[in-house]
């Protein structure tokens, strides 16, 4: 049995310790070649941003530690934003994230919008999305979430904390029993 708050430290810890992954450049799987490309946009909104998907994909993430195999993952970012690559490096990383395969039971979808910038608020939007092929059949079963995110600036000209204001949850039918 797990005492009371273990659960809440346990995750404030994993998501602050994957936050720090974030924020420096990515070597878990070996030395980089080359130096991650600069960040020419506007990087902390993105730093911003990518804390909060971050935090998002707890449940995710804490499956990816458990089970070190890589994961099937569809990785879309805006393809015009020069972040791109610098952002899938990141993610493919913590999720260890792998190209999705015709064989796969479960696919995670998670899709990152561009960022505008509009007076003092940044936005994305942030899909993410599970995908179970039911056994036997071509039928899907999931769920998925969409976050509009936002990030304010503070009255000092600092970006803020990104937030959502407002998600949308959906989940499709689930697969039909076999046997009966």
Same mark, same amino acid.
């Given at each position: 049995?797990?005492?009371?708050?273990?659960? %809440?430290?346990?995750?404030?810890?994993? !998501?602050? *310790?994957?936050?720090?992954?974030?924020? $420096? /450049?990515?070597? %878990?799987?070996? +030395?980089?070649?080359? +130096?991650?490309?600069?960040?020419?946009?506007?990087? #902390?909104?993105?730093? $911003?941003?990518?804390?909060? !998907? !971050?935090?998002?994909?707890? #449940? &995710?993430?804490?499956?990816? %530690? *458990?089970?070190? *195999? /890589?994961?099937?993952?569809?990785?879309?970012?805006?393809?015009?934003? /020069? &972040?791109? &690559?610098?952002?899938?490096?990141?993610?493919?990383?913590?999720?260890?994230?792998? /190209?999705?395969?015709?064989?796969?039971?479960?696919?995670?979808?998670?899709?990152?919008?561009?960022?505008?910038? !509009?007076?003092? #608020?940044?936005?994305?939007?942030?899909?993410?999305?599970?995908? $179970?092929?039911?056994?036997?059949?071509?039928?899907?079963?999931?769920?998925?979430?969409?976050?509009?995110?936002?990030?304010?600036?503070?009255?000092?000209?600092?970006?803020?904390?990104?937030?959502?204001?407002?998600?949308?949850?959906?989940?499709?039918?689930?697969?039909?029993r076999s046997g009966g």
């Open positions: 049995m797990i005492p009371v708050g273990t659960t %809440a430290r346990l995750t404030l810890v994993v !998501v602050l *310790s994957l936050t720090a992954a974030v924020l $420096r /450049p990515v070597e %878990a799987q070996g +030395a980089l070649r080359t +130096a991650p490309p600069e960040m020419s946009s506007d990087s #902390t909104a993105w730093q $911003r941003v990518l804390v909060y !998907v !971050v935090g998002a994909l707890g #449940t &995710q993430i804490v499956q990816s %530690a *458990s089970d070190t *195999s /890589p994961q099937p993952w569809h990785l879309r970012l805006p393809p015009d934003e /020069p &972040q791109r &690559q610098l952002l899938e490096t990141q993610l493919k990383t913590i999720l260890r994230a792998r /190209p999705v395969t015709d064989k796969d039971a479960v696919v995670h979808t998670l899709e990152i919008g561009a960022l505008s910038i !509009v007076n003092d #608020t940044a936005r994305v939007k942030v899909t993410l999305d599970v995908t $179970r092929r039911c056994s036997g059949s071509t039928r899907t079963a999931g769920f998925g979430n969409v976050d509009d995110v936002f990030v304010p600036r503070t009255p000092q000209g600092f970006w803020g904390a990104a937030r959502s204001s407002g998600t949308l949850h959906g989940d499709r039918a689930g697969c039909p």
